[in-house]
């Protein structure tokens, strides 16, 4: 791995964004079910990660004094924001990969009981400002990239996030992109998708890796946004560490058998990591007061999400979604990730005193991106948040064949991990739900209640070809939404998300 530069792996890396502004020789069809991308010499072919749900949109959009159905909170001021790949520029599908798209951030405006703004705005990397004809202030900087996986707030300021290589970019309050943000020069080599925001001590954690090192590294960033102590973990092989889990004591570590790829980097695959049935499975932990991380044999499986994680006397819980071996980071040629079953809520219990992990299974409903109440990470949790769209679940498998359509839904559901039990609040054919986050009802701190709050979601509408922001009132999950707002535009299926209060 070593023979291979930061720069040829960026370029590599970077090859999925082709092209000039616009969709080339594509043409665009209808955003839903059974449709395909028709190319200039008459090509047709099966897409899922540019049909559909996950169809990108060809255009920013602002709109003001969106209309709603229900009420909206008066509680609610700030801005709830999403991020996902929304590809700019493709001359042929074949070279697309999803997880690659420049990423674009969908943002809703909440005060006064009303939704002020819908904005969404492509992230201004150089390449981008470029595809869109527009100049780009300052140098740009090594590993550039639109970052398109997660949105937060830190510091006062909205970062959006990508992992293994490129800085954030900062975004100001109406998505603007305001640069690249370096944490006050003290940013080194690669950032994170998956930050873990400890409210007590004030601490924003980041594990992040690079397909050049020979370890893992975690980051501690204080609440003045540098970053202020840094630890090496050595680990072999180049795996690729998506997310991570945190807990009072411990940073925990997941070390699974999908790395880089030295061969489909040099061929330029957009995605140079495969599923490699030679690299071990383990989980670490890692004591955050310092000290070398212990390793514990796990299930061969694919991590996929932390939920949250907690100590319980000698042991760590940790929840998480998982999916069963192998798994296709990289593909099978549908443009996005691949996998031969759906995705499940488990647990993992890391008994620190005898070295061992016991799993089980919470919920093997598929689902993904979970969330927690943010107030509770690295704290014992009692309720989650995951989502299932039936398109995302089809699309990973359509490979390996798509089990029947009754297996899947178009649902959030909210986990009762105390008494073991669910809620579900259904949305209809068609009706794609992405993740959900958790908003505390009370603006001015948390409540005494954990789900005292709101459950927030964009969840397409398809008698509009639109979607809507929904809100439930999380201790009334499966009765009617509290509010929907209602936008002027298609929010494509993507990643994470935030709630961001005003100050």
């Not at 801005?79 to 001359?91: A, F, K, M, Q």
């Not at 550039?144 to 996986?149: G, L, R």
């Not at 957009?270 to 932990?285: E, F, K, L, M, T």
């Not at 986050?437 to 009370?442: I, L, N, T």
């Amino acid at each position: 791995m070593t023979n291979y530069s930061r720069r040829h792996v960026l370029r590599s890396a970077l090859a999925g964004g082709v092209a000039a502004a616009g969709y080339g020789g594509l043409s665009m069809a209808s955003a839903r079910g059974e449709t395909t991308l028709a190319a200039s010499d008459g090509r047709l072919g099966r897409y899922p990660f540019l049909e559909g749900a996950f169809a990108p949109v060809r255009k920013e959009v602002t709109a003001f004094d969106l209309p709603v159905t229900g009420h909206i909170p008066r509680e609610l001021v700030g801005r709830y924001l999403r991020i996902g790949p929304n590809v700019l520029g493709l001359e042929d599908p074949r070279a697309h990969a999803w997880m690659r798209g420049e990423g674009m951030v969908h943002g809703v405006r909440l005060r006064d009981g009303r939704a002020e703004w819908y904005r969404n705005r492509w992230v201004r990397s150089a390449a981008v400002a470029e595809k869109l004809g527009e100049s780009y202030p300052g140098p740009t900087p090594e590993g550039d990239y639109a970052c398109n996986t997660h949105v937060i707030a830190h510091n006062g300021r909205i970062l959006t996030l990508l992992e293994s290589g490129p800085m954030p970019y900062e975004l100001d309050g109406e998505l603007n992109t305001v640069g690249p943000y370096d944490f006050n020069g003290t940013f080194n080599g690669a950032f994170t998708a998956h930050t873990k925001l400890d409210v007590e001590a004030g601490e924003l954690h980041a594990v992040t890796y690079s397909p050049m090192w020979d370890h893992v590294r975690h980051l501690v960033v204080d609440q003045a946004g540098q970053i202020v102590r840094t630890t090496q973990v050595p680990l072999a092989g180049g795996p690729l560490m998506h997310d991570f889990a945190l807990t009072k004591r411990y940073v925990v570590l997941f070390d699974v058998p999908i790395t880089f790829d030295p061969e489909a980097a040099a061929a330029g695959h957009p995605v140079p990591y495969i599923w490699n049935d030679q690299h071990p499975a383990r989980v670490g932990v890692l004591p955050r007061a310092g000290g070398a991380a212990r390793w514990f044999e796990v299930p061969r499986i694919a991590y996929s999400h932390t939920l949250n994680a907690y100590d319980d006397g000698g042991s760590v819980v940790v929840d998480l979604t998982t999916f069963p071996a192998p798994f296709y980071a990289a593909g099978r040629g549908t443009g996005g990730p691949g996998s031969t079953g759906s995705p499940s809520l488990d647990r993992w219990t890391i008994d620190l005193t005898r070295g061992r992990v016991r799993t089980s299974r919470l919920d093997d409903r598929p689902q993904e991106y979970p969330r927690v109440n943010d107030a509770l990470v690295s704290r014992r949790h009692r309720y989650g948040y995951s989502a299932a769209a039936a398109e995302m679940f089809q699309a990973y498998e359509t490979v390996d064949g798509v089990p029947p359509d009754r297996t899947f839904t178009n649902a959030l559901i909210k986990h009762d991990l105390k008494r073991g039990t669910s809620e579900v609040h259904r949305f209809p054919r068609h009706a794609a739900a992405s993740e959900a986050v958790f908003v505390p009802a009370e603006a001015s701190g948390p409540s005494t209640a954990e789900d005292d709050g709101y459950a927030m979601a964009y969840v397409h509408n398809p008698e509009r070809n639109a979607s809507d922001l929904v809100i439930l009132a999380a201790q009334d999950f499966t009765g009617k939404p509290v509010a929907r707002v209602h936008l002027p535009a298609r929010v494509p299926l993507g990643f994470h998300g935030s709630w961001i209060p005003d100050a």
